[in-house]
């Protein structure tokens, strides 16, 4: 069993399971959220929710036909599973952990998918961010960055604005003095930005949509209230 940390707070907790649901956490922090399932209510209903706030995302995936190959490497490691010694029962919870752990892999590459469709390209990407609204946590915008010089910004829906107002896109990575404008987006339009004039995309960088007057921030800096709000994982 692994203890929950005392100073964890409620938004780190959320942010634990964002991940692990993402499919984004390394194979030790993945493994430790596991034993923690069991006996941490408030992780696994974390876990539950972000599990079902992500699952409408899979609608904008189109089916598609496994190959052969893949149908083979399915096999292959089902085979490898089963030639495993017997779990006892009090450790019922690891075997469902290890059904949960599959299907949120498929999950995440049912988003990824998702995501690569929406943007017609062949080209996987590096980065992946999920904008949710700060109040709710519901998913809004996916960022797919398939190189460190250029993003998209991609609607899930179509953000109510005033008509005297404007979503303004911001950036910050770690060691920047300040967030810095990547322009103004419509509601419910795909947006690519051109970010070679910045340091290379980076792990965790924050990403957010703030509402501004119609003509943007005036001091260069976000003034009103953030709409959307999320962080970069490195996927491929």
């Known amino acids: 069993m692994t203890i929950r940390p005392a100073d964890e707070t409620p938004e780190q907790l959320a942010e634990l399971a964002s991940e692990y649901v993402l499919g984004t956490l390394s194979d030790e922090r993945r493994r430790a959220v596991q034993q923690r399932l069991p006996d941490d209510a408030e992780l696994r209903t974390a876990v539950d929710t972000w599990e079902r706030r992500l699952l409408g995302l899979t609608d904008f995936a189109q089916p598609e036909t496994p190959s052969p190959a893949l149908w083979q490497r399915i096999e292959r490691s089902v085979n490898a599973l089963t030639r495993q010694p017997t779990l006892e029962p009090s450790s019922w919870w690891n075997r469902l952990a290890l059904w949960r752990g ?12 998702g995501t690569l469709l929406l943007t017609q390209t062949t080209v996987k990407p590096t980065y992946l961010v999920v904008l949710v609204a700060p109040q ?88 009103g209230p953030i709409q959307f709000i999320g962080r970069a994982v490195k996927v491929i």
């Open 102 to 113: 599959l299907a949120v892999a498929g999950l995440a590459a049912t988003l990824l998918l």
């Open 136 to 223: 709710d946590k519901s998913p809004g915008w996916v960022i797919s960055a398939s190189n460190p010089r250029e993003i998209q910004l991609i609607p899930l829906g179509v953000a109510q604005v005033p008509e005297d107002k404007a979503l303004e896109f911001w950036t910050k990575a770690e060691g920047w003095q300040g967030p810095v404008s990547l322009g103004l987006v419509k509601p419910g339009q795909t947006l690519s930005v051109p970010v070679d004039k910045l340091p290379p995309l980076q792990p965790d960088q924050l990403f957010e949509l703030t509402l501004e007057n119609r003509t943007g921030s005036p001091i260069g800096k976000p003034t």
